[in-house]
């Protein structure tokens, strides 16, 4: 008997020790690498920080002028905490239209339904949890159109 429960008491250690923790992924970057190795990744991948926009101790704001928003990544110390995709456009029909693809190619990626606490014509929020954490499209259409993409850690 006393073989048995010591059995299974070093099955449930060894469960509990080899269950790493989980990261979020932004475009193929896990968000569990350093601050420091992820933002080099970014600036491998042609972005530049711009360090008129940034907090050195909190926020790294990063711009690519190949592509159509700016990457926010806010950190402490060394540990990442959420990285935001702000998308400049011009006029509603196009946010509408970028959001709804976002929306879908995030259904496909994650493999998962979203929460859309809010969806009406011009404002339109979709969060999608995963096990690393979680991704909210926000889309506001005001007199400037706004659409984010938040992916924020557990």
């Given amino acids: 008997m006393k073989k048995l429960v010591l059995f299974f008491a070093a099955a449930a250690i060894m469960c509990a020790c080899s269950s790493e923790p989980k990261f979020l992924a932004y475009r193929g970057l896990s968000m569990g690498l350093t601050t420091q190795q992820f933002i080099d990744s970014l600036i491998a991948r042609g972005f530049a920080v711009d360090s ?76 999608f949890e995963t096990d690393g954490g979680f991704v909210t499209i926000t889309l506001k259409n005001t007199y400037t159109p706004t659409l984010q993409v938040l992916y924020e850690q557990k």
């Fill in 52 to 127: 008129a926009h940034s907090d050195s101790g909190h926020t790294a704001v990063m711009k690519n002028p190949e592509l159509t928003y700016i990457t926010i990544v806010a950190f402490d110390n060394d540990t990442l905490k959420a990285v935001q995709d702000n998308y400049t456009a011009t006029y509603n029909d196009s946010t509408r239209q970028l959001w709804q693809e976002l929306r879908d190619n995030f259904e496909k990626e994650l493999g998962t339904w979203p929460n859309c606490p809010t969806l009406g014509e011009d404002h339109k929020i979709a969060k």
